[in-house]
C-alpha cells in the first residue's frame, strides 16, 4: 500500500450548528439551522409554500439549539480528539455568534473570544485547525430581511464577517475553507443559499444567481486571506457524488455527463478556475433561462478571475447512477443526489449507497481537473449505535467503512493524486444535518443525547476510536 505523506492531516469534522449548542448564548443571533426542527421530515416542512421561518416551540424541537452541548464542553471534546492523535480539526465559525443578524457593522466581540478559546485549545495540544467560514447556518435575519443569497447585498455582508474572522484568526489558522458543500443548493438550497419554496427556491434562476453571489463573496474572501498571510490555503467545498452511467447505452453515458457537469463540476470550475466554464449556458438553458439573466457585472468577473482558490475540500459520502432510458427502474431514495439504484453497492441505514472505489475515482477527476490539491474533508457512515450496559458500542461496521475508504485514498495517491488529509465527518456525535436526528451517528465518540433531547450528554469511546487513533499514529499503515 503506498505510504501517506509525511504532512498528512489526519483528523475530523463537524460544524458549527451541529454541535455547539448555546443558540442563544453570549449574544448570538438566530441562523437558520435554529430555524430547523428535528426529523426526518424537516426539508418537507421548510419548504412548504407559507413556511415564514417562524419558530414554533410548542409545535417542533430544534436539536440544533442544544447540539451536544459543544460550546459548554470543548475542552472535554479536543483533549479526546487529542488522544486520538489529531493533526487537524475541522470546524465552522456560526456566522450568527460573530454577527447575530448578519447585516451589523461591528462584530460581537464575546463570540470572537469563544472562538480565540476553541483554536487555543487545538493548538494547545498541536491541532491545527480548519476553519469553514459558513456551513449551512447563515444568519436568520439574512433570509427574513434580504431574500437569502439570491441578494447581491450578501455578498458585503459575507465580506465584512470574512475580514472579520480571517483578520482575527489567520495568524494562528493557516487552513480555510469558504462555503460549505456549495454546490448543493442544486438538490437542497435550504442550508447553503437560505431558499426555500417560499422565498424562491422554486426558480433555478434564483439558485444560479445565488450561487454566483456566493463566489463572489468566497473570491472577495480568498482575497483578503492572501493579504492577510501569505502562506495561508484557503478553498472551497464541493459535496462530491461520483457520478456513473447505469449502463453503456450512450444515451445514458451523455446524461451521466450532463449531470456531472451541473453537479460535480459547475461550482468547482468557477471557484478554482476563476471563470464561468463553456457549457454554462448549456446548463442554464435546460433550466429556461439565460446567463445574461443573471445580475452579473464585469467588476464581478474580475474579482473571481483574480481570486481563484488555493485547494479543493469536498466531502463524499456516496455515488449516483443516472439512467433516463428506463423509468421503471428503482431509484435511490436515500441519497442526497438522486440517481437511480445500483445493483453493485450496499447501502448504509439511511439509504446511502456505500462505495469506496468511487472515491478513488473523485480524487483523481478532481486532482486531473484542476492540478491543485485535494482535501476529503467530509466521509463517514451514520448508522444506529447500540451502546452495551458499559455504554461501549463495538461499530465494526464504522471501521470496515472507514478502512475501505482510507484504502481507497491511498489508492489514489498512488495514481499520483496529491492529497493534503482526511477528516471523517461527526468525529463525535452530533446532530444529522439532513435529518435533525441524534440517532444518525457518525463519530468516533458516543454522545449519550437521543432524538428526543434526552440523555447525560457524556462522552464514551466506541471501538472505532482506538482503531482510528492506531491508523493515525501508524500514519495510515495499520488499516
Known amino acids: 500500500m503506498t505510504k501517506f505523506p509525511k504532512n498528512f492531516l489526519w483528523g475530523g469534522a463537524t460544524a458549527a450548528n451541529q454541535l455547539e449548542g448555546g443558540y442563544a448564548e453570549d449574544g448570538k443571533g438566530l441562523s437558520i439551522a435554529d430555524a430547523l426542527p428535528g426529523g426526518p421530515e424537516r426539508f418537507e416542512i421548510v419548504n412548504q409554500p407559507d413556511f ?55 462584530p460581537n466581540e ?91 427556491a422554486d426558480k433555478m434562476q434564483n439558485i444560479y444567481q445565488a450561487w454566483h453571489n456566493q463566489f463572489v463573496a468566497g473570491a472577495k474572501a480568498v482575497k483578503i486571506a492572501h493579504q492577510v498571510r501569505p502562506d495561508i490555503m484557503i478553498g472551497c467545498m464541493l459535496l462530491y457524488a461520483t457520478t456513473y452511467a447505469y449502463d453503456s447505452n450512450p444515451v445514458n453515458q451523455l446524461a451521466a455527463l450532463k449531470e456531472n457537469q451541473a453537479f460535480n463540476q459547475f461550482c468547482g470550475d468557477v471557484q478554482v478556475r476563476g471563470t464561468y466554464p463553456a457549457y454554462t449556458e448549456s446548463v442554464m438553458n435546460r433550466y429556461g433561462f439565460s446567463f445574461k439573466d443573471l445580475d452579473v457585472t464585469d467588476a464581478d468577473l474580475q474579482v473571481l478571475k483574480e481570486n481563484p482558490v488555493d485547494y479543493i475540500g469536498f466531502s463524499y459520502y456516496m455515488s449516483t447512477a443516472i439512467n433516463i432510458t428506463d423509468k421503471k427502474l428503482e431509484t435511490a431514495n436515500g441519497n442526497l443526489v438522486g440517481g437511480v439504484k445500483n445493483p453493485f453497492l450496499k447501502a448504509s441505514d439511511w439509504g446511502w449507497q456505500i462505495d469506496p472505489t468511487g472515491l478513488r475515482i473523485a480524487l ?49 495517491i498512488d495514481d499520483g493524486v496529491q ?44 471501538a472505532s476510536f482506538d482503531w482510528y487513533k492506531e491508523v493515525i499514529t501508524s500514519n495510515g499503515e495499520q488499516l
Open 52 to 106: 415564514d421561518w417562524t419558530i414554533d416551540e410548542q409545535k417542533y424541537r430544534y436539536p440544533n439549539h442544544e447540539g451536544i452541548d459543544h460550546y459548554h464542553r470543548y475542552k472535554e471534546d479536543i483533549k479526546l480528539f487529542a488522544e486520538m492523535g489529531f493533526k487537524c480539526y475541522r470546524f465552522s465559525i456560526a456566522w450568527s455568534r460573530v454577527f447575530p443578524n448578519g447585516d451589523e457593522e461591528q
Open 419 to 462: 492529497v493534503m488529509g482526511y477528516t471523517p465527518w461527526g468525529c463525535i456525535d452530533l446532530v444529522s444535518a439532513s435529518t435533525g436526528q441524534m440517532s444518525k451517528r457518525y463519530g468516533f465518540i458516543y454522545v449519550d443525547l437521543d432524538d428526543e433531547g434526552n440523555g447525560t450528554l457524556n462522552r464514551y469511546k466506541k
Open 364 to 412: 483523481n477527476e478532481l486532482y486531473n481537473r484542476y492540478q491543485k490539491p485535494v482535501f476529503v474533508v467530509e466521509n463517514g457512515l451514520g448508522a444506529v449505535d447500540k451502546p452495551d450496559e458499559n455504554n461501549f458500542v463495538q461499530d465494526d461496521y464504522r471501521i470496515d467503512y472507514l478502512r475501505k475508504h482510507i484504502d481507497a485514498i491511498s489508492g489514489a
Open 110 to 200: 464575546a463570540g470572537l473570544v469563544f472562538y480565540d478559546h476553541l483554536i487555543d485549545e487545538c493548538l494547545k495540544y498541536g491541532i491545527q485547525p480548519v476553519l469553514t467560514i459558513s456551513h449551512y447556518e447563515m444568519p436568520l435575519n439574512l433570509v427574513k430581511e434580504y431574500g437569502g443569497w439570491k441578494n447581491r447585498k450578501l455578498i458585503a455582508f459575507y465580506e465584512r464577517y470574512a475580514s472579520v474572522v480571517l483578520n482575527r484568526y489567520a495568524k494562528k489558522v493557516k487552513y480555510w475553507m469558504t462555503f460549505n458543500e456549495i454546490n448543493s443548493a442544486l438538490h437542497f438550497p435550504v442550508m447553503g443559499q437560505g431558499l426555500v419554496k417560499s422565498n424562491g
